[in-house]
Nanobody, 126 residues
Framework: QVQLVESGGGLVQAGGSLRLSCAVS????????VGWFRQASGKAREFVAG????????YYADSVKGRFTISRDNAKNTVYLQMNSLKPEDTAVYYC???????????????????WGQGTQVTVSS
């Protein structure tokens, strides 16, 4: 069983920064691709960023490109999401998720991820 625990969320003013962390249990972390998704109140869950198992490839939603950076530390079984220049529309619950298998063609599809964390709230005030 793989468990994921997100942390680092909170309340920040527009223009500020936060760094989210996702700690993944188990010894197969380096074989998983990882994605960050978010879900705002009343809206569908959406892809934010994804990173390959090696960390060599990263993908971003257009809405966060240039502001967010995903990274991973396989020695610590942890993935990070550095969020800069935050906007009120970034307010959501942020989830991390892991997957094996195909990544490069469907990194944005939530249904293809195998395990999910419980989420961490990010609130950006204007």
């Amino acid at each position: 069983q793989v468990q994921l625990v997100e942390s680092g969320g909170g309340l920040v003013q527009a223009g500020g920064s936060l760094r989210l962390s996702c700690a993944v249990s188990g010894n197969s972390f380096s074989s998983y691709a990882v994605g960050w998704f978010r879900q705002a109140s009343g809206k569908a869950r959406e892809f934010v960023a994804g990173i390959s198992w090696s960390g060599d490839y990263a993908y971003y939603a257009d809405s966060v490109k240039g502001r967010f950076t995903i990274s991973r530390d396989n020695a610590k079984n942890t993935v990070y999401l550095q969020m800069n220049s935050l906007k009120p529309e970034d307010t959501a619950v942020y989830y991390c998720a892991v997957k094996r298998g195909s990544f490069y063609n469907d990194y944005g599809r939530a249904a293809t991820y195998d395990y999910w964390g419980q989420g961490t709230q990010v609130t950006v005030s204007s």
